[in-house]
Nanobody, 125 residues
Framework: DVQLQASGGGLVAAGGSLRLSCVAS????????VCWFRQAPGKEREGIAC???????TYYADNEARFTIYSAYAKNTVYLQTNSLQPDDTAVYYC???????????????????WGQGTQVTVSS
């Protein structure tokens, strides 16, 4: 099984940036799609972005230029760079993975098999 460890969250002032990391163990991420999601208090979970295995193809749920997903497969890690953060970005951020062979398309609507524990991002005004 794949184990995912999300980290990099914290408290940041509005306008600041954070780089979130999703480190995998138990499998090589090159064979998986990895996506980032977030869930704010009282709100539904929403998908942010995905990256597809060794191809590096990316998908963004919204035309959100502030967030960038990228990978460092030598470290078995997928990152989410978040810039110009605003209080509305406050949420728990999760990474999730699914084997590419089980996906007919790369997007956040898929049912992901593996989830990290989440990392809290808090943006102060």
């Amino acid at each position: 099984d794949v184990q995912l460890q999300a980290s990099g969250g914290g408290l940041v002032a509005a306008g600041g940036s954070l780089r979130l990391s999703c480190v995998a163990s138990g499998a090589t991420l090159g064979a998986y799609a990895v996506c980032w999601f977030r869930q704010a208090p009282g709100k539904e979970r929403e998908g942010i972005a995905c990256i597809a295995g060794s191809s590096g193809s990316t998908y963004y749920a919204d035309n959100e230029a502030r967030f960038t997903i990228y990978s460092a497969y030598a470290k078995n890690t997928v990152y989410l760079q978040t810039n110009s953060l605003q209080p509305d970005d406050t949420a728990v951020y999760y990474c999730a993975a699914k084997h590419l062979d089980l996906m007919d398309r790369i997007d956040v609507s898929q049912n992901f098999d593996y989830w990290g524990q989440g990392t809290q991002v808090t943006v102060s005004s």
